[in-house]
Every structure is written in structure tokens, then in C-alpha cells.
């Protein structure tokens, strides 16, 4: 079974930034979709970013402008650049590998973003 290595959470305060990274070894990489969704207590689960293996990226309007997903299949990784964090971006993120034929998850990471 494939499991995705997620690092790069952690705290940090309004308007910095993180760097997600999500590896996934032992996939053909460059056919699958990557992303991250983020999940905060007491909410549903959003759909923050997507590359498709065109280089195509899809992201949620409440990230628009401040994320940038981005991809190296020379190293099987992905990675969410996220900058002007908020308290709002507050959550788990999970990242996620997806084909027509399979779907990957990550352990999940904690972003905490507070003063």
C-alpha cells in the first residue's frame, strides 16, 4: 500500500509562510493528480489546491492569490508554498494522489497559524 510522506507543518504567525512537501514513492508519478485538502475543527473539508499532470493547478477562492501548488517529478513531490497565512488557514492539511485508478492520502500535517 502507498502511503504519501507529508512534512513542512507546523506554527506560524498572521502573514508568514510554510511550505507544504507531499513525496510519494513507489507511483508513476507524473500520471497522477496532486493536492492538498485542509481540514479545521468543526468544519468540512475543503479542497485547497490541485496540479494535474499537465501542470494544470486549480485552487480554492480562500487561497487564491496566497498558495501556490507546484510539482517535481524528477523527485516524486509536490509542495504548497503558502504565504500571508491567517488564523482561518488553521487546520490539517492532507495531501492527496490521485488516478483513474487509485487514490493516495498523506498522514495529514498541522498548520497553526496564531500570534
Known amino acids: 500500500q502507498v502511503q504519501l510522506v507529508e512534512s513542512g507543518g507546523g506554527l506560524v504567525q498572521p502573514g508568514g509562510s510554510l511550505r507544504l512537501s507531499c513525496a510519494a514513492p513507489g507511483i508513476i508519478f507524473s500520471i497522477y493528480a496532486m493536492g492538498w485538502y485542509r481540514q479545521a475543527p468543526g468544519k468540512q473539508r475543503e479542497l485547497v489546491a490541485t496540479?494535474?499532470?499537465?501542470?494544470?493547478?486549480h485552487y480554492a477562492d480562500s487561497v487564491k492569490g496566497r498558495f501556490t501548488i507546484s510539482r517535481d517529478n524528477a523527485k516524486n513531490t509536490a509542495y504548497l508554498q503558502m504565504n500571508s497565512l491567517k488564523p482561518e488557514d488553521t487546520a490539517v492539511y492532507y495531501c492527496?494522489?490521485?488516478?483513474?485508478?487509485?487514490?493516495?492520502w498523506g498522514q495529514g500535517t498541522q498548520v497553526t497559524v496564531s500570534s
Open positions: 492527496y494522489a490521485d488516478s483513474p485508478r487509485r487514490h493516495y
Open positions: 496540479i494535474y499532470s499537465d501542470g494544470t493547478t
